[in-house]
């Protein structure tokens, strides 16, 4: 992980988030990039991300059929107000708006990443990172193997083949040798990490997008800022 592209966009706190329309009770709204909502969701408030589970046939014949948490906050948002009571003690109580934003990113679509693209943008946002995209990487030609001594560093040689040489006026046997040489980091490696960081930014994306669309935010509001496209290309 990588803490490099901050400086490409700088983080604000919830306490600076720039003030926005009001909500019904009278306050501005806080205005946040989709970023800044997930790490404010996830690490401030502490929402937990609760995917769908597999369709288990057996399961709903003998329970019945359940509701998950985009139903009840659909429902909420319906009914106009806040429901007093529920899952949270009053000391652990995670924001409304945070939990529609746990419940958005848990309906990721499969063509988006689904949900192993749902836990990891979770998981970046709780740890208020973004993936590695290797910042700086250019693959470079070294030693496979170093080996150190009281002189001091010396690639390693390896035995290639042999050769005949006169040497004193005698023929001898001499061994070639020579280094074998890599890349590191490989250029696959850098375009891997590269292309992880596209795929989880078209996922925040699509969070954005279901968020101002959605409209069940009542005290957050998602503008349209995003993280760099190509921050190595800067």
Known sequence: MSRYDRKLHGR???????????????????TMTVQQALEWAFRTECAQL??????????????????????????????????????YKKDSYTH?????????????????????????????????????WMPGAVPRCVPVEIKRNRYGDHATTVVVGTERVLSRGKWRTVEVRACPVTYSPYPEQIEAARRDYQAWRRALGWVRDGLKVGGMLREVKVMEGMPRARPWGA
Do not use: N
């Open 50 to 87: 609760e995917l769908p589970e597999p369709p288990d046939p057996e399961r709903q014949h003998r329970q019945g059929y359940g509701f998950g948490l985009e139903h009840v906050l659909m429902q909420r948002a319906a009914l106009g107000c806040q429901i007093d009571g529920g899952r």
């Open 96 to 132: 409304e708006d945070a939990e529609v934003i746990a419940a958005t990113v848990a309906g990721m679509p499969d063509d988006i990443g689904g949900k192993r693209m749902a836990i990891r943008v979770a998981e970046l946002a709780r740890a208020g990172l973004t993936p590695d």
């Open 12 to 30: 604000v706190l919830p306490s600076s988030h720039s003030v926005g329309p009001q909500t019904r009770s009278g306050r501005a709204k806080r």
